[in-house]
C-alpha cells in the first residue's frame, strides 16, 4: 500500500471516522475554528500547509527571558486574504509577509496576519513573526520548561505554540532549522544535528541544529543550560548525543550508557533506527515538579524528568524504552488527530513492557511475564471503559489516561494472538514502512493489518478499539473482565504507566 502522500488527507480520513463513530454514539468535540480535531476541535488551522520552520531563540539571563524569530515557509491550498498560526502568550513585536510588513491581531490562541495582498492558491509564502516569551510566565496551558539557568520545551500535546507560532497539529510536519543564542557559560541544544556555531565575540554563542525528517510541533526540543555533551556510538555507528547537566553527569552515565544495547532491541523488532542520531536530555532543574510527566519523546533528543535516571537498571529500562519506541511511532510515524495518540502510546507501551519481562523484572504489580500482566490488564477492560472511553475515542480530559497506555498495549496483544507473532511483526513493520515520516490514523493500521494478515481484521480492531464492552481474548476463553464499579482515583492512577502517567511500567 501507497502511504497517504501529505497529512491533509489523513486527516480528511481521520475526521470522517470521527463522524462514523459519532453515528455509533462514540462522542467527539465539536469544532471551533481549528481543523476540527476530535480532542483538540480548535488547534490548528485551515488553507495552508507548514512546510519548513526556521526558529531562532535568544536566552537573556538576566530577566531570563527569550527573544525569538519564527520564520514559517508554507504553501497555500487556497486563496488568503489572511492566515492564521496558533500562538499563545508570545509578545508579538512584528509580522512579515513574503518580506512586506503585515497587519496583525491575537485571540483565542491565534495569531491573525493580514498581508498587503491576497495569498493565492499554491503559492509559496514565507511568514516572518519576531516576538518574546517568558517560560515562566503564568499560561493556560505552556510548552516552557523553565529552569534556573534556562528553560526546556515539552509542547505536547497542544502546547508547542506557547513557544513558538505554528500550525500546532500533528497532522501538519514539517522540516525544521533551530539556531539557540546562549551566553557563553550555558549551551544552547535543539533537536536534530549540529550544523553550524558560530561564537558572536560579546560572550554569547550561537548554534543552529538542522532535522533532516519532517517533524510535528508537538515534538520540537530546545533547550538552555549549564550542560555538556555526552558523545558515542549505536549500533551501525548512529550518533548518539547526550545533553547532560555538568553537575549531575557522572550520576547519570550508567542510564546512559544503557542506550546503545537497548536500540539494538528495538531494531530487532521495529527496523532501523528512523533518523540521523538519538540521545537523552535530563532537565536541568531540582525542582521534581517542573513538569508532570516521566519522560517525553521530542524527536531525536528525549526530555527526561530530574533524577528519575539516577535509578537502577530494572527501575528504568522499560520506561527508557518505551521512549526509545516513540522514535517509530510517534516521531516518524505521527498520528493524524490526537485520538489516534494508541497507536504511539499503546506501540511503546507494549514493546516497553515485552523488553521487561525479558529481562525477568518484575513490574510494580508482580508480575514478571507479559501474558500475566495482559490478563491483569484485561480484567479491568470495562472498568476503563465506562471511566476514560474506548481506547481510540479519548477526549482532552481522558487523553492520557492508562487506557491509551497499556489498554492500547492490550490491543496489540489481542491481535498477535488472533493472527500469530509472525505475521503481526509483518504488520507493524509494514505499517512503519508505509508512514514513514508521515502520519497515520487508526484506520490505515486497519487497513495495513487487514491487508498483511490477508484476513479482515476490520470488526475485530474495531470492537477492540471502538466497543463499549471487552471482547473475548483470541486463544484464552479462560480470561474474564471484573464488573464495573465507581471509578478510584487511586487505582486509575496506579494503572496509567506512559511517559505522562505514574510510571508503572
Same mark, same amino acid.
Request: proline share 8%; hydrophobic share 40%.
Given at each position: 500500500?501507497?502511504?497517504?502522500?501529505?497529512?491533509?488527507?489523513?486527516?480528511?480520513?481521520?475526521?470522517?471516522?470521527?463522524?462514523?463513530?459519532?453515528?455509533?454514539?462514540?462522542?467527539?468535540?465539536?469544532?471551533?475554528?481549528?481543523?476540527?480535531?476530535?480532542?483538540?476541535?480548535?488547534?490548528?488551522?485551515?488553507?495552508?500547509?507548514?512546510?519548513?520552520?526556521?526558529?531562532?531563540?535568544?536566552?537573556?539571563?538576566?530577566?531570563?527571558?527569550?527573544?525569538?524569530?519564527?520564520?514559517?515557509?508554507?504553501?497555500?491550498?487556497?486563496?488568503?486574504?489572511?492566515?492564521?498560526?496558533?500562538?499563545?502568550?508570545?509578545?508579538?513585536?512584528?509580522?512579515?509577509?513574503?518580506?512586506?510588513?503585515?497587519?496583525?491581531?491575537?485571540?483565542?490562541?491565534?495569531?491573525?496576519?493580514?498581508?498587503?495582498?491576497?495569498?493565492?492558491?499554491?503559492?509559496?509564502?514565507?511568514?516572518?513573526?519576531?516576538?518574546?516569551?517568558?517560560?515562566?510566565?503564568?499560561?493556560?496551558?505552556?510548552?516552557?520548561?523553565?529552569?534556573?539557568?534556562?528553560?526546556?520545551?515539552?509542547?505536547?500535546?497542544?502546547?508547542?505554540?506557547?513557544?513558538?507560532?505554528?500550525?500546532?497539529?500533528?497532522?501538519?510536519?514539517?522540516?525544521?532549522?533551530?539556531?539557540?543564542?546562549?551566553?557563553?557559560?550555558?549551551?544552547?541544544?535543539?533537536?536534530?544535528?549540529?550544523?553550524?556555531?558560530?561564537?558572536?565575540?560579546?560572550?554569547?554563542?550561537?548554534?543552529?541544529?538542522?532535522?533532516?525528517?519532517?517533524?510535528?510541533?508537538?515534538?520540537?526540543?530546545?533547550?538552555?543550560?549549564?550542560?555538556?555533551?555526552?558523545?558515542?556510538?549505536?549500533?551501525?555507528?548512529?550518533?548518539?548525543?547526550?545533553?547532560?547537566?555538568?553537575?549531575?553527569?557522572?550520576?547519570?552515565?550508567?542510564?546512559?550508557?544503557?542506550?546503545?544495547?537497548?536500540?539494538?532491541?528495538?531494531?530487532?523488532?521495529?527496523?532501523?533506527?528512523?533518523?540521523?542520531?538519538?540521545?537523552?536530555?535530563?532537565?536541568?532543574?531540582?525542582? $521534581? &515538579? @517542573? %513538569? #508532570?510527566? =516521566?519522560? *517525553?519523546?521530542?524527536?531525536?533528543?528525549?526530555? !527526561?524528568?530530574? +533524577?528519575?535516571?539516577? /535509578?537502577?537498571?530494572?527501575?528504568?529500562?522499560?520506561?527508557?524504552?518505551?521512549?526509545?519506541?516513540?522514535?517509530?511511532?510517534?516521531?516518524?510515524?505521527?498520528?493524524?488527530?490526537?485520538?489516534?495518540?494508541?497507536?504511539?502510546?499503546?506501540?511503546?507501551?507494549?514493546?516497553?513492557?515485552?523488553?521487561?519481562?525479558?529481562?525477568?523484572? $518484575? &513490574? @510494580? %504489580? #508482580?508480575? =514478571?511475564? *507479559?501474558?500475566?500482566?495482559?490478563?491483569?490488564? !484485561?480484567?479491568? +477492560?470495562?472498568?476503563? /471503559?465506562?471511566?476514560?472511553?474506548?481506547?481510540?475515542?479519548?477526549?482532552?480530559?481522558?487523553?492520557?489516561?492508562?487506557?491509551?497506555?497499556?489498554?492500547?498495549?492490550?490491543?496489540?496483544?489481542?491481535?498477535?494472538?488472533?493472527?500469530?507473532?509472525?505475521?503481526?511483526?509483518?504488520?507493524?513493520?509494514?505499517?512503519?514502512?508505509?508512514?514513514?515520516?508521515?502520519?497515520?490514523? =487508526?484506520?490505515?493500521?486497519?487497513?495495513?493489518?487487514?491487508?498483511?494478515?490477508?484476513?479482515?481484521?476490520?470488526?475485530?480492531?474495531?470492537?477492540?478499539?471502538?466497543?463499549?464492552?471487552?471482547?473475548?481474548?483470541?486463544?484464552?476463553?479462560?480470561?474474564?473482565?471484573?464488573?464495573?464499579?465507581?471509578?478510584?482515583?487511586?487505582?486509575?492512577?496506579?494503572?496509567?504507566?506512559?511517559?505522562?502517567?505514574?510510571?508503572?511500567?
Amino acid at each position: 500500500m501507497i502511504a497517504l502522500p501529505r497529512t491533509r488527507v489523513g486527516l480528511a480520513v481521520a475526521l470522517a471516522l470521527s463522524a462514523a463513530l459519532l453515528s455509533a454514539g462514540v462522542p467527539a468535540a465539536t469544532a471551533v475554528g481549528g481543523l476540527g480535531d476530535p480532542v483538540f476541535p480548535s488547534l490548528g488551522n485551515a488553507g495552508y500547509d507548514a512546510l519548513a520552520y526556521d526558529l531562532s531563540f535568544t536566552y537573556r539571563p538576566d530577566s531570563r527571558t527569550v527573544d525569538a524569530t519564527a520564520v514559517i515557509t508554507a504553501r497555500t491550498s487556497r486563496t488568503l486574504a489572511s492566515l492564521d498560526l496558533d500562538a499563545l502568550g508570545l509578545d508579538v513585536h512584528a509580522v512579515r509577509v513574503n518580506g512586506r510588513p503585515a497587519a496583525f491581531t491575537t485571540h483565542d490562541e491565534k495569531l491573525t496576519l493580514t498581508p498587503d495582498r491576497p495569498l493565492r492558491r499554491g503559492a509559496i509564502a514565507q511568514v516572518t513573526v519576531a516576538y518574546a516569551a517568558d517560560p515562566r510566565a503564568r499560561l493556560p496551558h505552556t510548552g516552557w520548561v523553565p529552569t534556573p539557568n534556562g528553560f526546556a520545551v515539552a509542547g505536547q500535546p497542544d502546547s508547542a505554540h506557547t513557544v513558538f507560532p505554528c500550525n500546532d497539529h500533528p497532522s501538519d510536519k514539517a522540516r525544521f532549522t533551530i539556531s539557540v543564542t546562549a551566553p557563553d557559560g550555558l549551551l544552547g541544544v535543539a533537536g536534530g544535528e549540529l550544523t553550524a556555531t558560530e561564537p558572536l565575540g560579546d560572550g554569547r554563542t550561537a548554534r543552529r541544529y538542522t532535522s533532516r525528517a519532517p517533524m510535528a510541533t508537538e515534538l520540537v526540543q530546545v533547550s538552555v543550560g549549564d550542560y555538556t555533551v555526552r558523545e558515542r556510538s549505536g549500533p551501525h555507528g548512529l550518533p548518539l548525543r547526550d545533553v547532560v547537566p555538568r553537575a549531575r553527569a557522572a550520576d547519570l552515565e550508567p542510564a546512559l550508557a544503557l542506550t546503545a544495547d537497548q536500540l539494538a532491541w528495538a531494531e530487532q523488532h521495529l527496523g532501523p533506527f528512523p533518523f540521523e542520531a538519538y540521545g537523552i536530555l535530563p532537565a536541568d532543574t531540582d525542582d $521534581p &515538579d @517542573a %513538569f #508532570g510527566f =516521566t519522560g *517525553l519523546e521530542t524527536q531525536t533528543l528525549t526530555l !527526561y524528568k530530574p +533524577g528519575f535516571l539516577r /535509578r537502577p537498571e530494572p527501575a528504568i529500562g522499560s520506561h527508557m524504552m518505551h521512549e526509545l519506541v516513540h522514535s517509530w511511532f510517534g516521531d516518524s510515524v505521527s498520528p493524524a488527530t490526537w485520538a489516534d495518540l494508541w497507536l504511539n502510546e499503546g506501540h511503546a507501551d507494549f514493546y516497553g513492557l515485552m523488553y521487561r519481562y525479558e529481562r525477568g523484572w $518484575p &513490574d @510494580a %504489580f #508482580g508480575y =514478571t511475564t *507479559l501474558a500475566d500482566r495482559m490478563r491483569y490488564v !484485561y480484567g479491568l +477492560g470495562d472498568q476503563w /471503559r465506562h471511566d476514560a472511553g474506548p481506547v481510540a475515542a479519548p477526549t482532552a480530559a481522558t487523553l492520557f489516561d492508562g487506557q491509551r497506555y497499556t489498554g492500547g498495549a492490550l490491543v496489540l496483544f489481542a491481535l498477535r494472538e488472533k493472527v500469530g507473532a509472525d505475521t503481526f511483526d509483518a504488520i507493524e513493520h509494514a505499517f512503519l514502512r508505509q508512514h514513514r515520516y508521515g502520519n497515520a490514523t =487508526t484506520a490505515d493500521y486497519l487497513r495495513t493489518a487487514s491487508e498483511v494478515s490477508g484476513q479482515d481484521l476490520t470488526g475485530f480492531l474495531t470492537d477492540w478499539l471502538y466497543g463499549r464492552s471487552t471482547p473475548p481474548m483470541p486463544g484464552h476463553p479462560d480470561w474474564k473482565v471484573g464488573p464495573v464499579t465507581p471509578p478510584s482515583a487511586t487505582a486509575r492512577g496506579m494503572a496509567v504507566p506512559g511517559d505522562h502517567g505514574s510510571g508503572t511500567l
